[in-house]
T-cell receptor, first 114, second 113 residues
């Protein structure tokens, strides 16, 4: 059973460009979460989604950031008009319907904004 | 004040030592407690998961939760150089459904030969 998959693993963008980060949850998992980890800081929750629904976006910045988890395909975290402060590691996690409190993390996407 | 406090370390111990890692928290609504291990430039790996108070043991790892003190611990017995990593505590509320994790900042552990 493949784990949580994220791509790309590394992403370089210039200021003002768009970044798209993709996450495929573990097989059978319908809950997806996005977290951001800044250097020397812990992981901070951004958004929690189920298929086609945003359940909790209390950690998402109000502007430039959006997330989706369509019926088919991976979850996407989209950052528009990136700024240097967006440089961080972005982790996706998923959990099953049973035992939904246990979240399993992907390898992360490291975004560098030049 | 952060909801979850964790000493960042680094904590350096000799091989074979018993390691004690701790977190304190302020929100009494937290009911689920987890420990993750994160190697450099990798994703967090779930080590231990406990619900409410009590102890849980898995191999060389023991997790303890003391809700009355709002204090959780992870003990590693017979530590190995391969245990060198950052250990993150995490916790969540009991909302009847899945919910976000609140993390400590992580403790960096170095096990030396």
């Amino acid at each position: 059973n493949a784990g949580v998959m994220q791509n790309p693993r590394h992403l370089v963008r210039r200021r003002g460009q768009e970044a798209r980060l993709r996450c495929s949850p573990m097989k059978g998992h319908s809950h997806v979460y996005w977290y951001r980890q800044l250097p020397e800081e812990g992981l901070k929750f951004m958004v929690y989604l189920q298929k086609e629904n945003i359940i909790d976006e209390s950690g998402m910045p109000k502007e430039r950031f959006s997330a989706e988890f369509p019926k088919e395909g991976p979850s996407i975290l989209r950052i528009q008009q990136v700024v240097r402060g967006d440089s961080a590691a972005y982790f996706c996690a998923s959990s099953p319907d049973r035992g939904m409190q246990t979240q399993y993390f992907g390898p992360g996407t490291r975004l560098l904004v030049l | 004040q952060k909801e979850v406090e964790q000493d960042p370390g680094p904590l350096s111990v000799p091989e074979g030592a018993i390691v004690s890692l701790n977190c304190t928290y302020s929100n009494s609504a937290f009911q689920y407690f987890m420990w993750y291990r994160q190697y450099s430039r990798k994703g967090p790996e779930l080590l231990m998961y406990t619900y409410s108070s009590g102890n849980k043991e898995d191999g060389r790892f023991t997790a303890q939760v003391d809700k009355s003190s709002k204090y959780i611990s992870l003990f590693i017995r017979d530590s190995q150089p391969s245990d060198s990593a950052t250990y993150l505590c995490a916790m969540s509320r009991n909302t009847g459904t899945a919910s976000k994790l609140t993390f400590g900042t992580g403790t960096r552990l170095q096990v030396t030969l």
